[in-house]
């Protein structure tokens, strides 16, 4: 999952311990969160858009994907005019604190040859949520404990 760290960074997510995803305005990382993600599941939890992007921390999915309230609040930059409380455009997860972890870099990650093939290392991907398989999770976890 990426944040811009000015926005939501691994050291906001310490501090409160759990945070609602809200801002996710991208249909096919909205239906993952719908349909994939289930509570206990593990999160990479990424910078991106700094000076320096990469995972900066483990987190963990604490809840079932719900409606997104920033999506009916007129003064929020997610406010979304075509949403509505009876047929909800956009849901969100609760995500809690597991750990920071040192940065593993944008760049490190590139470089990995066990990471070739991740969703989120292709050219063009700009999606917030991707899921990444058994294998990527096992190589990442390693290389972050």
Known sequence: ???????????HLQAAGEL??????????????RDAMRVG??????HSSCPEPGIAGLAEVSSTAYPDETQFDPKS???DPKSNREEP???????RFVR?????SLAAMKRDPVLAHMRTLQPGNRLSITPVTPEEWAHLHALLT
């Open 1 to 11: 999952m990426k944040s811009e760290p000015d926005e939501a960074s691994i050291d």
């Open 20 to 33: 609602p995803w809200t801002g996710v305005r991208n249909y096919q990382a909205r239906n993952f969160m």
């Open 41 to 46: 599941d593990g999160v990479l939890f990424y």
């Open 77 to 79: 930059p997610y406010f």
């Open 89 to 95: 455009r956009w849901l969100h997860v609760d995500v």
């Open 100 to 104: 920071k972890t040192p940065l593993l």
